[in-house]
Protein backbone atom coordinates (compact mmCIF):
# COMPACT_ATOMS: atom_id res chain seq x y z
CA UNK A 1 0.00 0.00 0.00
CA UNK A 2 0.54 3.61 -0.25
CA UNK A 3 1.21 4.43 3.40
CA UNK A 4 1.56 2.70 6.56
CA UNK A 5 -1.19 0.30 7.89
CA UNK A 6 -1.80 -0.79 11.17
CA UNK A 7 -4.62 -3.36 12.62
CA UNK A 8 -6.52 -3.41 14.06
CA UNK A 9 -8.10 0.14 14.37
CA UNK A 10 -9.71 -0.46 17.47
CA UNK A 11 -9.79 -2.44 20.12
CA UNK A 12 -11.36 -2.83 23.20
CA UNK A 13 -9.83 -5.63 26.05
CA UNK A 14 -10.70 -6.84 29.22
CA UNK A 15 -7.83 -6.07 31.88
CA UNK A 16 -5.46 -9.19 31.90
CA UNK A 17 -6.17 -10.16 28.08
CA UNK A 18 -3.51 -10.16 25.83
CA UNK A 19 -3.75 -8.29 22.85
CA UNK A 20 -1.33 -7.89 19.64
CA UNK A 21 -1.00 -4.87 17.36
CA UNK A 22 -0.14 -4.94 13.83
CA UNK A 23 2.06 -2.89 11.61
CA UNK A 24 2.56 -2.60 8.05
CA UNK A 25 5.35 -0.43 6.77
CA UNK A 26 5.80 2.03 3.88
CA UNK A 27 7.48 -1.12 1.47
CA UNK A 28 11.60 -0.56 1.43
CA UNK A 29 11.47 1.22 4.84
CA UNK A 30 14.11 0.14 7.13
CA UNK A 31 13.12 1.96 9.74
CA UNK A 32 10.22 0.92 12.40
CA UNK A 33 9.19 2.87 15.13
CA UNK A 34 6.21 2.67 17.64
CA UNK A 35 4.98 5.09 19.51
CA UNK A 36 2.27 5.13 22.57
CA UNK A 37 -0.15 8.26 22.78
CA UNK A 38 -2.43 8.94 25.82
CA UNK A 39 -5.35 11.08 25.60
CA UNK A 40 -4.23 14.79 25.04
CA UNK A 41 -0.68 14.20 25.01
CA UNK A 42 2.00 13.97 22.79
CA UNK A 43 3.54 10.71 20.90
CA UNK A 44 5.77 8.92 23.39
CA UNK A 45 8.59 6.54 22.34
CA UNK A 46 8.71 3.20 22.63
CA UNK A 47 10.71 0.94 20.81
CA UNK A 48 12.62 1.14 17.10
CA UNK A 49 13.95 -1.15 14.89
CA UNK A 50 16.26 -0.91 11.80
CA UNK A 51 14.97 -3.97 9.26
CA UNK A 52 14.80 -7.00 11.78
CA UNK A 53 17.59 -5.63 14.72
CA UNK A 54 15.36 -4.08 17.71
CA UNK A 55 18.29 -1.00 18.46
CA UNK A 56 16.48 0.53 20.97
CA UNK A 57 13.34 -0.48 23.21
CA UNK A 58 14.21 1.71 25.72
CA UNK A 59 10.73 3.61 25.69
CA UNK A 60 8.75 0.16 26.70
CA UNK A 61 7.00 1.03 29.60
CA UNK A 62 7.62 -2.30 31.41
CA UNK A 63 8.24 -5.75 30.49
CA UNK A 64 4.86 -6.60 29.61
CA UNK A 65 5.12 -4.75 26.30
CA UNK A 66 7.05 -6.80 23.54
CA UNK A 67 7.30 -6.07 19.96
CA UNK A 68 9.09 -7.79 16.62
CA UNK A 69 9.62 -7.62 12.67
CA UNK A 70 11.37 -10.72 12.44
CA UNK A 71 11.77 -10.38 8.57
CA UNK A 72 12.27 -6.99 8.69
CA UNK A 73 8.81 -5.79 6.90
CA UNK A 74 5.33 -5.87 9.21
CA UNK A 75 5.80 -5.48 13.12
CA UNK A 76 3.74 -6.72 15.67
CA UNK A 77 3.59 -5.03 19.40
CA UNK A 78 2.39 -7.43 21.86
CA UNK A 79 0.67 -6.17 25.47
CA UNK A 80 0.23 -9.22 28.17
CA UNK A 81 -1.86 -8.79 30.56
CA UNK A 82 -3.22 -5.34 29.86
CA UNK A 83 -3.93 -2.64 32.41
CA UNK A 84 -6.11 0.02 32.43
CA UNK A 85 -3.27 2.51 31.86
CA UNK A 86 -2.06 0.56 28.63
CA UNK A 87 -5.39 2.69 27.26
CA UNK A 88 -3.89 4.49 24.62
CA UNK A 89 -3.81 5.20 20.91
CA UNK A 90 -0.42 3.15 19.27
CA UNK A 91 0.96 4.75 16.64
CA UNK A 92 3.47 2.98 14.27
CA UNK A 93 5.89 5.08 11.63
CA UNK A 94 8.59 4.09 9.04
CA UNK A 95 11.43 6.02 7.46
CA UNK A 96 12.87 4.60 3.99
CA UNK A 97 16.14 4.97 6.49
CA UNK A 98 17.94 6.66 9.43
CA UNK A 99 17.56 10.18 9.93
CA UNK A 100 14.53 11.24 7.21
CA UNK A 101 10.87 11.64 7.27
CA UNK A 102 8.85 9.41 9.20
CA UNK A 103 5.60 8.37 8.00
CA UNK A 104 3.24 7.60 10.08
CA UNK A 105 0.17 5.41 10.56
CA UNK A 106 -3.39 6.36 11.71
CA UNK A 107 -2.85 4.04 14.70
CA UNK A 108 -4.75 1.28 17.05
CA UNK A 109 -6.75 3.00 19.43
CA UNK A 110 -6.52 0.46 22.35
CA UNK A 111 -9.50 0.78 25.40
CA UNK A 112 -9.05 -1.76 28.58
CA UNK A 113 -11.97 -2.01 30.50
CA UNK B 1 17.45 13.49 27.59
CA UNK B 2 15.97 15.97 25.26
CA UNK B 3 11.86 17.59 25.90
CA UNK B 4 9.86 19.71 23.77
CA UNK B 5 7.22 22.11 25.23
CA UNK B 6 4.70 23.48 23.69
CA UNK B 7 2.71 26.19 25.36
CA UNK B 8 -0.46 26.62 24.18
CA UNK B 9 -2.54 23.79 24.60
CA UNK B 10 -5.47 25.20 22.69
CA UNK B 11 -5.62 28.28 20.19
CA UNK B 12 -9.08 29.52 18.63
CA UNK B 13 -8.80 31.89 15.60
CA UNK B 14 -11.24 33.64 13.27
CA UNK B 15 -10.26 32.71 9.38
CA UNK B 16 -7.55 35.33 8.03
CA UNK B 17 -6.14 35.79 11.34
CA UNK B 18 -2.36 35.16 11.51
CA UNK B 19 -1.37 31.88 13.65
CA UNK B 20 1.62 31.30 15.59
CA UNK B 21 2.49 28.56 17.53
CA UNK B 22 5.31 27.98 20.37
CA UNK B 23 7.54 25.02 20.38
CA UNK B 24 10.63 25.09 22.73
CA UNK B 25 13.24 22.19 23.36
CA UNK B 26 15.89 21.62 25.53
CA UNK B 27 18.94 19.89 23.94
CA UNK B 28 22.07 21.58 23.85
CA UNK B 29 23.55 19.32 20.42
CA UNK B 30 22.62 19.17 16.98
CA UNK B 31 18.71 18.60 16.36
CA UNK B 32 16.63 17.71 13.70
CA UNK B 33 13.13 19.71 14.42
CA UNK B 34 10.32 18.74 12.98
CA UNK B 35 6.22 19.97 13.04
CA UNK B 36 2.94 17.61 12.29
CA UNK B 37 -0.34 17.90 11.58
CA UNK B 38 -2.85 15.30 12.60
CA UNK B 39 -6.52 16.58 11.01
CA UNK B 40 -9.82 15.08 13.09
CA UNK B 41 -9.74 11.46 12.54
CA UNK B 42 -6.22 11.46 10.23
CA UNK B 43 -3.08 10.10 10.71
CA UNK B 44 -0.13 12.68 11.81
CA UNK B 45 1.25 14.02 8.48
CA UNK B 46 4.50 16.15 8.05
CA UNK B 47 4.01 19.80 7.68
CA UNK B 48 7.99 20.48 7.50
CA UNK B 49 11.19 19.89 8.86
CA UNK B 50 14.85 21.78 9.82
CA UNK B 51 17.63 19.47 9.24
CA UNK B 52 20.21 22.12 8.72
CA UNK B 53 20.58 25.87 6.41
CA UNK B 54 18.39 28.12 6.25
CA UNK B 55 17.01 28.64 9.53
CA UNK B 56 13.56 29.57 7.87
CA UNK B 57 11.41 26.59 6.39
CA UNK B 58 8.45 26.41 4.28
CA UNK B 59 6.20 23.63 4.66
CA UNK B 60 2.77 22.84 2.69
CA UNK B 61 -0.22 24.44 2.93
CA UNK B 62 1.68 28.15 3.43
CA UNK B 63 2.93 27.29 7.13
CA UNK B 64 6.38 28.29 7.47
CA UNK B 65 8.73 27.88 11.19
CA UNK B 66 11.83 29.69 11.98
CA UNK B 67 14.73 28.01 13.82
CA UNK B 68 16.39 30.05 16.55
CA UNK B 69 19.10 28.43 17.72
CA UNK B 70 20.14 30.69 20.40
CA UNK B 71 16.25 30.45 22.09
CA UNK B 72 15.69 26.40 22.04
CA UNK B 73 13.00 27.40 19.59
CA UNK B 74 11.01 26.37 16.31
CA UNK B 75 7.94 28.12 16.37
CA UNK B 76 5.16 27.60 13.42
CA UNK B 77 3.37 30.36 11.44
CA UNK B 78 0.67 31.33 9.07
CA UNK B 79 -0.07 34.61 7.89
CA UNK B 80 -3.73 33.95 7.56
CA UNK B 81 -5.77 30.68 8.94
CA UNK B 82 -8.29 28.97 7.06
CA UNK B 83 -10.82 26.78 8.43
CA UNK B 84 -9.36 23.71 7.31
CA UNK B 85 -6.42 24.40 9.37
CA UNK B 86 -8.57 23.35 12.16
CA UNK B 87 -6.81 20.27 13.33
CA UNK B 88 -4.00 19.09 16.17
CA UNK B 89 0.18 20.20 15.76
CA UNK B 90 2.91 18.67 17.18
CA UNK B 91 6.12 19.88 17.82
CA UNK B 92 9.16 17.42 17.31
CA UNK B 93 12.93 17.24 17.65
CA UNK B 94 15.58 14.26 17.04
CA UNK B 95 18.30 14.76 18.54
CA UNK B 96 21.25 13.25 16.90
CA UNK B 97 23.04 11.19 19.23
CA UNK B 98 19.58 9.98 20.43
CA UNK B 99 19.24 7.55 17.12
CA UNK B 100 15.89 7.93 15.30
CA UNK B 101 13.61 8.90 17.94
CA UNK B 102 11.72 11.29 17.55
CA UNK B 103 10.60 13.27 21.25
CA UNK B 104 6.67 15.04 20.75
CA UNK B 105 5.63 17.97 22.32
CA UNK B 106 1.92 17.82 23.94
CA UNK B 107 0.32 19.06 21.03
CA UNK B 108 -1.49 22.36 20.79
CA UNK B 109 -5.33 21.96 19.40
CA UNK B 110 -6.27 25.37 16.73
CA UNK B 111 -9.60 25.63 16.58
CA UNK B 112 -10.46 28.11 13.47
CA UNK B 113 -13.81 29.87 13.52
CA UNK B 114 -15.65 30.28 9.82
Known amino acids: GAGVSQSPRYKVAKRGQDVALRCDPI?????LFWYQQALGQGPEFLTYFQNEAQLDKSGLPSDRFFAERPEGSVSTLKIQRTQQEDSAVYLC???????????FGQGTRLTVV | AQSVSQHNHHVILSEAASLELGCNYSYGGTVNLFWYVQYPGQHLQLLLKYFSGDPLVKGIKGFEAEFIKSKFSFNLRKPSVQWSDTAEYFCAVNANNAGNMLTFGGGTRLMVKP
Open chain 1, 27 to 31: SGHVS
Open chain 1, 93 to 103: ASCIRSNTEAF
